[in-house]
Nanobody, 119 residues
Framework: VQLQAFGGGSAQTGGSLRLSCAASGLRLDQYSIGWFRQVSGKEREGVSCMSGSDDGTHYLESVKGRFTISRDVDNSVFYLQMNSLKPEDTAVYYC?????????????WGQGTQVTVSS
């Protein structure tokens, strides 16, 4: 299983970016997926996730209404659409996946992609 995240970059406050995570070696409809972010010197935090069993989604409180997680099973890609970006969204973002019936930590991780939001 391999995950490759891309789509990060720079945006101004109020702008939008879409992160993508290309997955190989798995079927996305059999895996739960997630996006995490980390600022240097701080712990990694979960931003959003989608259940592989019932497609339920969850969001970090601070991104609710601004970020949307989605997936394209046929093309084996999942996304994080980020709108109304704020400087506090600046971080390295990581995509992750785990078998849908497991709980706890994610087994598979992509490399990080930097998102920088300027005021």
């Amino acid at each position: 299983v391999q995950l490759q995240a891309f789509g990060g970059g720079s945006a101004q406050t109020g702008g939008s970016l879409r992160l993508s995570c290309a997955a190989s070696g798995l079927r996305l409809d059999q895996y739960s997926i997630g996006w995490f972010r980390q600022v240097s010197g701080k712990e990694r935090e979960g931003v959003s996730c989608m259940s592989g069993s019932d497609d339920g989604t969850h969001y970090l409180e601070s991104v609710k209404g601004r970020f949307t997680i989605s997936r394209d099973v046929d093309n084996s890609v999942f996304y994080l659409q980020m709108n109304s970006l704020k400087p506090e969204d600046t971080a390295v973002y990581y995509c992750a996946a785990r078998w849908y019936s497991t709980s706890g930590g994610y087994a598979y991780w992509g490399q990080g992609t930097q998102v920088t939001v300027s005021s």
